[in-house]
């Protein structure tokens, strides 16, 4: 069974950094595709960066400002956003596809397993 915890979320003012960390279980990292998602209040879930079995990534809205990354031998992956803005704000959803050996696109339809989130709060 996956298990899988997000942290690093928090409260930060606009034009900080956070790096999330996605901590994943009971699946082989090196053989999955994850991506994080973002659920702002009051809006549907909608994909902020995925990556691939074989470390393709793709990314959503500001590109520049966020880096997706995965360290297999610590089963991690990290979500480092840059330049934080207040439309930043939602509770950040890492997602994991155990097994993807031909890649899909970046939907959460694709994922079959999801941690509880992190809030991240970009505000004064």
């Known amino acids: 069974q996956v298990h899988i915890v997000e942290s690093g979320g928090g409260l930060v003012q606009p034009g900080g950094s956070l790096r999330l960390s996605c901590a994943a279980s009971?699946?082989?990292?090196?053989?999955?595709?994850i991506g994080w998602f973002r659920q702002a209040p009051g809006k549907e879930r909608r994909p902020v960066a995925c990556?691939?079995?074989?470390?393709?990534t793709s990314y959503f809205g500001d590109k520049e400002r966020i880096t997706i990354s995965r360290d297999n031998a610590k089963s991690t992956v990290y979500l480092q956003m840059n330049s934080l803005i207040p439309e930043d704000t939602g509770v950040y959803y890492c997602a994991i596809d155990p097994f993807q050996p031909i890649r899909k696109p970046c939907s959460s339809r694709v994922f079959p397993n999801w941690g509880q989130g992190t809030q991240v709060t970009v505000a004064t």
């Open positions: 009971g699946v082989t990292l090196e053989n999955a595709a």
């Open positions: 990556i691939s079995k074989s470390n393709g």
